[in-house]
């Protein structure tokens, strides 16, 4: 069996309301999330989740924020010997922008996607103005797009798994490392949503759904059913793997 240690790519940052990741919490607390692309080494395939921003802001302040350096996509690459072209496989939780705004630099890979994304991406609700289909036209129009309808295996060791918490397609990306199996997840949030405060869990709470989301209620149990459902927990815009720090190692 493949197995992967996931290095986490910081490829841009947002600031906003904290309440945009916990739901009916920490409304008004400005806060600053990484946005990453993750390089999954081992194995002949070299793949990546999710692509990042095009252009990322880059200041002190934010890496402050966050713990760790921000990258642009080819610098990120250039840290593992990799240059976007090199990239065999791209997997992607969703395709709201900041997901996979570079896309099209990756000329020769396989990008596998739910249909529900593509979809959105083509057809947006007005609710969720997160998509932009012109960061995947090129790579659609050129044959690169793979279209899922179910959970899939892409390779040995690595499988995606639909969880529609954050939108109607997101996949949750479950990776074999040799510290045991690890998920990164397929909704936009942080540590706290996944082990709350107990200020949260004393209102019989395990859980803190995405600060958007399709479905509230689904979504509570969604996010138990993947934190639950592996070793290790990569919840998708934690700001405590900023540092870039190799993960699944033993």
């Not at 252009?55 to 713990?67: M, N, Y």
């Not at 793979?146 to 397609?169: C, F, K, N, Q």
């Not at 996949?171 to 936009?188: E, H, N, Q, R, W």
Request: charged letters at 20%; glycine letters at 8%; hydrophobic letters at 40%.
């Amino acid at each position: 069996m493949s197995t992967f240690v996931i290095h986490p790519i910081v490829l841009g940052t947002k600031e906003f309301d904290k309440g945009m990741m916990t739901y009916q919490f920490e409304y008004g607390k400005p806060y600053t999330i990484p946005i990453y692309g993750w390089y999954l080494e081992g194995g002949d395939t070299r793949i990546l989740v999710d692509t990042g921003e095009m252009r990322p802001v880059v200041s002190e302040a934010r890496e402050a924020a966050i713990g760790g350096a921000i990258h642009g996509f080819a610098a990120g690459l250039a840290r593992f010997g990799l240059t976007p072209a090199d990239v065999d496989v791209v997997v992607h939780t969703h395709l709201h922008n900041d997901h996979c705004e570079n896309d099209s630099l990756c000329e020769n890979a396989l990008f596998y996607v739910h249909e529900r994304e593509l979809a959105h991406a083509r057809n947006p609700h007005p609710l969720d103005y997160r998509y932009n289909e012109e960061y995947i036209e090129d790579v659609a129009e050129a044959g690169q797009m793979v279209s899922l309808t179910e959970d899939t295996e892409i390779v040995p060791g690595l499988r995606m798994v639909h969880t529609p918490a954050h939108t109607e397609g997101g996949m949750s990306v479950f990776v074999d490392t040799p510290a045991g199996l690890a998920v990164i997840t397929g909704f936009c949030v942080i540590r706290e949503n996944l082990f709350p405060p107990t200020s949260v869990t004393a209102r019989e709470m395990e859980v803190i759904p995405p600060g958007t989301c399709v479905n509230t209620y689904a979504a509570y149990d969604i996010l138990r059913r993947i934190r639950d459902a592996a070793d290790i927990v990569l919840p998708l815009h934690e700001p405590s793997f900023a540092s870039g720090a190799p993960i699944g190692l033993k």
